[in-house]
């Protein structure tokens, strides 16, 4: 597959050094700062490419998608920060008859940390003796606050128990590829669940997956649809 990477930040580099380990083609890398507002992603830049990977920025990522689908390509997205502007995405998507999945953490491990979140508040619920928050922490770099993760984590846990608020308490510090936790706290006791991230190289993975999986499927997919094996 000739993948077109869309961003060369650090989640860029990453992606890249992916799509090569596991033998596919990097047949072009286009950064923010020849792309404002998408001008670089033209049919004659992007001839022969199967597919685009797309981490840039929240500012930059509507327009980049925007154009991709405009020009056929299938676009897996793991910016965050746009999400506000979600549903005329889909709309765009699904009218042009696109191709796009999207997904605020494209670790496996993060939607296991999900699904048991999810659990455990469900157990919680009706027991106003526990607090129950979550904190998340990132790179000195990372642009958005909360994590795009850690709202779609909170959005999980209200699914399960709309009695509490589960407010996300967010660090910004240094060199952290990402930490999300639930924490639980009652009198004489707490649990805390948390997901660690040793090195982004597990979200370009997922997204080199995912890319895989959405080459040759029409439609607007989640991350949790690769992963439910869904084929709608």
Not at 76 to 105: C, D, F, I, K
Not at 173 to 198: C, K, N, Q
Request: glycine fraction near 10%.
């Amino acid at each position: 597959m000739r993948i077109a990477v869309i961003g060369t930040g650090k989640m860029g580099a990453a992606v890249a050094r992916e799509v090569i380990r596991v033998g596919h083609t990097v047949a072009v890398e286009i950064g923010g700062g020849e792309n404002r507002r998408g001008e670089a992603l033209t049919s004659a830049r992007l001839a022969g490419v199967d597919l685009a990977i797309e981490f840039s920025r929240p500012d930059a990522a509507v327009a980049n998608l925007t154009r991709l689908v405009e020009l056929g390509l299938p676009v897996v997205t793991g910016t965050t920060g746009w999400y506000h502007q979600l549903a005329s995405v889909e709309t765009m998507v699904r009218a042009t008859n696109g191709s796009l999945l999207y997904g605020p953490n494209f670790s496996i491990g993060a939607a296991l940390f999900q699904e048991t979140a999810k659990a455990l508040a469900a157990r919680l619920a009706g027991r106003p003796e526990f607090d129950c928050a979550i904190s998340e922490a990132h790179h000195r770099e990372k642009r958005d606050a909360p994590s795009g993760t850690a709202t779609a984590l909170r959005q999980a846990l209200l699914g399960a128990d709309r009695s509490r608020q589960y407010p996300i308490v967010s660090t910004r510090l240094g060199w952290i590829p990402g930490t999300h936790a639930v924490l639980a706290d009652g009198l004489f006791e707490s649990i805390h669940l948390t997901h660690t991230v040793r090195d982004r190289a597990v979200f370009a993975q997922g997204a080199v997956v995912a890319a895989e999986w959405l080459l040759g499927r029409p439609g607007w997919f989640h991350f949790d649809d690769l992963l439910e094996g869904a084929s709608r």
